[in-house]
């Protein structure tokens, strides 16, 4: 029984050879980066992403530079910390995951996969809608932001209600 190629393939084949069809060169440091975001199950900022590479000759600005060829690619998906940071997350075409950030500790948690599940249907039927109103290129783009624990305690009410 033969196997197709795509079933063997690593996430770094993949990622390879999507830069390789958009004609780009497969580098040391894109390699790098590509294997610093696979280890990542979350998204992560630029820094650290380059906090990640210590030991190979990776400057800052090649991250920045990689991680925007690799974006307008498809290959990484763009999301935001509640101040305005970007991190960033490989795509390899699977389905989307959403996270929620914790306003408080910045940290990031992935939705379980129901949630996500349900939040991808919806926003399937949005563009749709959009789509059979003559839009082209529809995408969304979804950020949750929260506060738990002490931190959500120890926060001071400001009388803002945001829906």
């Known amino acids: 029984m033969k196997t197709s190629p795509s079933s063997q393939s690593t996430p770094l084949d993949l990622a390879c050879a999507r830069l390789k069809a958009a004609g780009l060169r497969i580098t040391q440091p894109r390699i790098a980066i590509l294997d610093a975001l696979i280890k990542r199950s979350l998204p992560a900022s630029i820094e650290q992403i380059h906090g990640d590479l210590a030991g190979s000759a990776c400057d ?14 498809g290959l990484v998906r763009r999301c935001y910390f509640h101040n305005g940071t970007s991190l960033y997350q490989l ?58 624990g002490k931190a959500a305690q120890n926060r001071p009410a400001t009388g803002l209600i945001v829906p």
């Open 91 to 148: 795509s390899l075409g699977n389905e989307m995951i959403y996270h929620v950030v914790n306003k408080g500790d910045n940290s990031v948690e992935a939705l379980d996969a129901a949630t996500s599940a349900q939040l991808r249907a919806a926003l399937a039927q949005v563009e749709d809608l959009l789509k059979s109103r003559g839009y082209a290129e529809v995408s969304h783009m979804v950020e949750f932001f929260g506060v738990t």
């Open 60 to 73: 800052l600005v090649t991250v920045y530079r990689c991680l925007a060829a690799f974006e307008q690619l």
